[in-house]
């Protein structure tokens, strides 16, 4: 039988353990959030998912999407890494960057903001999954 120092310790680890943060990813995987399409999130709300396609047609199928969900798409170029897609929608402005990682294969991110200090990872993980539908569910 456990002696009462032991769960006493026990119990204050668990707490500290909760209380600390940690992998976003893995406390998202545990409530069962995040794993639709291979979507992964992290701490400052951008949400990625890797397609088995050449860049552009991750962009036609994003810009695509964007259309079909009624968000403007204001400005497109190039960014460090491959090409970004500025849009805004209501009162959030979206930031969609395409790195191309080989000819074909292309890691989409997308971060939602409502102001500088709140990300909307819902609306940028329904930016992908309708971009994955554009490009026939990949």
Do not use: W, Y
């Not at 909760?18 to 949400?47: D, F, M, R």
């Amino acid at each position: 039988m456990p002696s009462p120092s032991s769960i006493c310790r026990f119990t204050l680890v668990a707490i500290a353990a909760l209380a600390l943060p940690g992998c976003e990813a893995i406390a998202i995987s545990a409530i069962g959030g995040g794993t639709s399409a291979g979507i992964s999130h992290t701490l400052n709300g951008t949400v990625s998912r890797t397609f088995t396609a050449s860049l552009p047609k991750v962009r036609a199928a994003a810009l695509a999407a964007l259309k079909r969900m009624h968000i403007d798409a204001g400005s497109a170029g190039k960014g460090e890494r491959g090409n970004t897609i500025n849009a805004t929608a209501s009162n959030r402005t979206i930031d969609i960057d395409l790195e191309e990682i080989s000819p074909n294969v292309t890691r989409m991110s997308v971060i939602a903001r409502s102001n500088a200090f709140l990300a909307d990872s819902a609306t940028g993980a329904e930016i992908l999954l309708q971009t994955d539908r554009e490009m026939g569910g990949q």
